[in-house]
């Protein structure tokens, strides 16, 4: 592990020449809500109506999503979130501060961070003694939640923090981590620890298709999709449009899974990640535009401009210890786009340590190898809140 920034080379070439859904790549359409928006109305705004026509009346129910493989508890029913408890097996033991997981909210269910045996987030920082554990469970956009903005999702997260006393470590997951950083930026006096995972931070750090999707389409093509969801951009809709399944070969690869494993384990783990690809959340509408108008067009967050709960987030009132995780083939966030976050910080480059994963983007939270090295490093980290600061850097796999 190293506490400097250490980007492992490689070429990124940029295909200009196809903006087709396919050109995306799978992970691509599958992950992400904006690239699938995107993507249809390059070109013109009047693809996106005919998609939308032919998409509204069809049911949008998501089907039920797998079960989460770690037994819970929910602490808190919010308006935004269940605010789950993975403690419930070690009663009697805790230790300080708290660890609370900021799941994605972006088209699939908050199960990325405990998806099977093996395969678990949870179960990894479990085992390696970060109690209490607790992870938001973003809930699917009812019609009644279809005003909240991303300021409802930080004040959620804020009465989450408080009710676990802080300050807590926090890590961020994907759209998790950009919450997850403003909130540390708004409170900087709640996070512990900051650690953040594929998280997009300063989209002007390199080129990715995502941001040239959004650049390119002009802003009322996704209000309209917006609008035809009833002030929801829905889930359902977006998954029947652009949500090709992973070929199993592909799966395998996402999850790290042995070559020489049992097939029969093999086929239940596609079969599963099949189940959980396919249970959508909805998304609010202004929530939604948000997103793709203030961090991707507009990258406020790293130009220190985004307003968040009355007051601009002001990065360089972070000054924590924090960890970056990145995929050196993340098809999704460069590396690049996260690892800018140590400059943009006012925390000490001692304290900021950088990890760059040979895996892509859903392997960051659900791959076997990178559970068992990176996030069992970034466990150590967490717990040894006695070590200098600096310790991270001598810590073996």
């Not at 903006?19 to 993507?39: E, I, V, Y």
């Not at 994907?174 to 650690?195: E, I, N, S, T």
């Not at 941001?211 to 002009?218: D, I, K, N, R």
């Not at 998304?283 to 507009?298: C, H, K, V």
Request: with cysteine; net charge negative.
């Amino acid at each position: 592990m190293s506490s400097h920034q250490h980007l492992q080379g490689r070429d990124r070439e940029q295909d200009t020449r196809s903006t087709s859904p396919q050109s995306l790549g799978l992970p691509a359409a599958m992950f992400w809500p904006l690239s699938a928006a995107a993507s249809v109305s390059q070109a013109t705004a009047t693809a996106l109506d005919l998609m939308v026509t032919t998409l509204t009346g069809r049911d949008n129910t998501s089907p039920p999503p797998p079960e989460w493989v770690t037994p819970n508890t929910v602490r808190l029913e919010l308006p935004s979130m269940q605010l789950r408890d993975f403690s419930v097996e070690t009663a009697g033991h805790t230790t300080e501060p708290v660890t609370l997981v900021c799941a994605p909210f972006a088209f699939h269910r908050a199960t990325v961070a405990d998806f099977a045996p093996g395969y678990s987030l949870v179960e990894t920082l479990l085992s390696e003694g970060l109690r209490p554990l607790f992870v938001t469970d973003w809930r699917s956009a009812t019609a009644q939640m279809s005003n909240f903005s991303i300021d409802t999702y930080l004040a959620d997260l804020n009465v989450a923090v408080d009710e676990l006393k802080p300050p807590v470590n926090l890590i961020g997951l994907c759209q998790g981590g950009w919450l997850a950083l403003l909130y540390a930026a708004r409170f900087p006096d709640k996070v512990g620890r900051l650690v953040l995972a594929g998280a997009p931070v300063d989209i002007a750090a390199a080129p990715s298709t995502l941001a040239q999707f959004v650049a390119a389409t002009p802003h009322a093509a996704f209000e309209h999709l917006v609008r035809a969801g009833g002030g929801r951009a829905m889930g359902q809709q977006l998954l029947e449009a652009w949500g090709p399944l992973l070929a199993a070969t592909e799966i395998g690869e996402v999850l790290q899974m042995p070559d020489s494993g049992d097939a029969d384990d093999a086929h239940a783990l596609e079969a599963r990640f099949r189940l959980w690809h396919a249970a959508t959340v909805d998304l609010p509408g202004p929530y939604y535009l948000q997103f793709i108008r203030n961090l991707f067009r507009e990258n406020q967050i790293a130009g220190n401009r985004f307003m968040a709960l009355g007051r601009c987030a002001n990065l360089r009132d972070i000054n924590i210890p924090i960890c970056l995780l990145a995929g050196r083939d993340d098809e999704l966030v460069p590396p690049e786009q996260l690892l800018a976050t140590a400059h943009l910080i006012g925390t000490p480059p001692a304290d900021i340590v950088t990890l760059v994963e040979p895996c892509r983007h859903l392997s960051l939270f659900m791959g076997a190898t990178t559970l068992r090295t990176a996030w069992r490093r970034i466990a150590f980290w967490l717990a040894d809140e006695t070590a200098p600061r600096s310790r991270v850097a001598q810590v073996r796999s």
